[in-house]
């Protein structure tokens, strides 16, 4: 019995540190971490990663440890780098820990670089937005690991005991391994709930119609926003959103070239999300990355004009993490 509870003790502590390496990288260098005051008045261009951030200010770490303290001004430009398009710019809000940045600005008399603008890769802000889930995650789930860790440390000594007791409390002992199944039974459905992070149900999809060749939200798409905003609220009241994060893809139909379409479609995603982030404040963390599939991939033939209205979409898509709401199946 004591090899069974050590195995698994070994398989939660095994699948723990899997989730806790996702955040490794951004520790790294926090030992030497070490505050570099930018001189005043002088204009300075710097990069690193996003160590913390507290309201219009945050920490931006280079890997040899080097602290520089960076305000957000409402004149601050946030965007990604130059590439071909131009720089996409980017509310405050993106400026999340563990994204790595490019920084220019000047010095203030306090020692930090007031900025000028700020920019980073969208591959980074993918990367920094699914450290920042993990993490949440991971406190989650490391309160689960470490209650089960506690519970089987207790039931170990209780048969140990029961053991030595065993003829003269056979009662005592039954009672001990039925408290050991259920404590099985827990760890296994916590195991299935950390299995079942990456897997998803589509709990609905909400359409979004555009006008050819416009990335500009008309009357009836706003309607549709608008009622399915009303309906999320009204499942987020009867505790149905547990896990809930929000896919928004944009389509395009064959008008035009694929390049132009591809860039249409990913311009009709961004308006909707912010519509529904200026509108009704959804949490940035809920919103998966937009991403806009151009002609690609049609619902209907695009030969008929009312074929062209359907495919010219967004498409709001609710999903649920099947590990955060407890719907993976043992």
């Known amino acids: ?26 520790g790294q260098g926090a030992k030497n971490a070490h505050f570099v005051p930018v001189p005043h008045g002088v204009k300075q261009k710097l990069q690193g990663v996003i160590s913390t951030r507290e309201n219009d200010t945050f920490k931006m770490r280079d890997p040899g440890g080097a602290e520089t303290i960076v305000m957000v001004t409402p004149g601050t430009k946030v965007s ?9 710019p980017y509310p405050v809000t993106y400026l999340m820990r563990g994204l790595r940045v490019q920084v220019q600005g000047v010095g203030d008399a306090n020692g930090n670089l007031v900025a000028e603008w700020v920019r980073f890769n969208e591959k980074d802000l993918r990367n920094a937005q699914a450290v920042e889930d993990t993490n949440e995650l991971a406190e989650d789930n490391a309160a689960r690991i470490a209650e089960a860790e506690s519970t089987a440390k207790k039931l ?15 009662a005592k002992a039954e009672a001990a391994q039925r408290t050991a ?25 909400i359409p979004v119609l555009f006008a050819p060749g416009s990335s500009v939200l008309n009357a009836a798409g706003k309607k549709a926003l608008d009622e399915a905003a009303g309906w ?35 311009n009709r995603a961004k ?57 993976v199946s043992n």
Not at 163 to 168: E, N, T, V
């Open 1 to 26: 019995m004591k090899t069974a509870f050590s195995a698994h003790r070994f398989l939660i502590l095994g699948i723990t540190l899997s989730v806790i390496g996702v955040t490794g990288a951004l």
């Open 80 to 88: 990604t780098h130059n590439k071909i398009g131009g720089k996409d």
């Open 156 to 170: 170990a000594a209780q048969i140990e005991e029961t053991q030595a007791l065993a003829q003269a409390a056979n």
């Open 181 to 205: 199944d259920s404590a099985f039974k827990d760890a296994a459905m916590a195991n299935a709930r950390i299995n079942g992070l990456d897997s998803y149900d589509l709990v609905k999809t």
């Open 232 to 266: 999320a609220k009204g499942e987020k009241e009867k505790g149905n959103t547990n896990g809930w994060l929000v896919q928004v893809v944009g389509f395009a139909d064959t008008t035009g070239n694929t390049a132009k379409n591809r860039t249409l479609s990913a």
């Open 271 to 327: 308006t909707v999300i912010d519509y529904l982030v200026l509108k009704y404040n959804i949490d940035l963390r809920r919103l998966v990355q937009p991403y806009g599939y151009g002609d690609s991939k049609p619902i209907v033939s695009n030969k008929t004009a009312a074929g062209r209205a359907q495919n010219r979409r967004v498409e709001v898509r609710i999903l649920q993490n099947k590990g955060i709401a407890n719907t």
